[in-house]
């Protein structure tokens, strides 16, 4: 087994998280943010929100484990998500707090 030299690197591959993913393609008007909704819901431990922007892109707010964002982030890159995904920006962080749950806006 694996064992991280840095103390830090073990809490910072499994501890809480915060992606910021901006999502672009054709994917608003076709259930993106509430299959993306579902999908959060169904990885379970995960906060934040899937929005539409005025571009045409859809951004995920998300904040849990590590893993779990890791999770929906290679959905939103998958096969499996409506429209057509041409391609996924994103951005790791600190977690801020402040979500009661997943929710689309």
């Not at 830090?8 to 992606?19: K, T």
């Not at 993913?21 to 990885?43: K, N, Y």
């Amino acid at each position: 087994m694996h064992e991280p030299l840095d103390p830090r690197e073990d809490s910072a591959a499994h501890g809480p998280v915060r992606l910021t993913a901006w999502v672009r393609g054709r994917v608003q008007g076709v259930g993106f943010r509430w299959w993306t909704r579902a999908t959060a819901l169904e990885i379970g431990g995960l906060a934040g929100y899937a929005g539409n922007l005025a571009d045409g892109r859809v951004q995920v707010v998300t904040e849990g484990e590590r893993g779990d964002c890791e999770r929906l982030l290679a959905w939103l890159h998958g096969a499996d998500t409506p429209g057509k995904v041409d391609g996924v920006t994103e951005i790791w962080s600190e977690p801020r707090g402040g979500y009661a749950g997943f929710e689309i806006r």
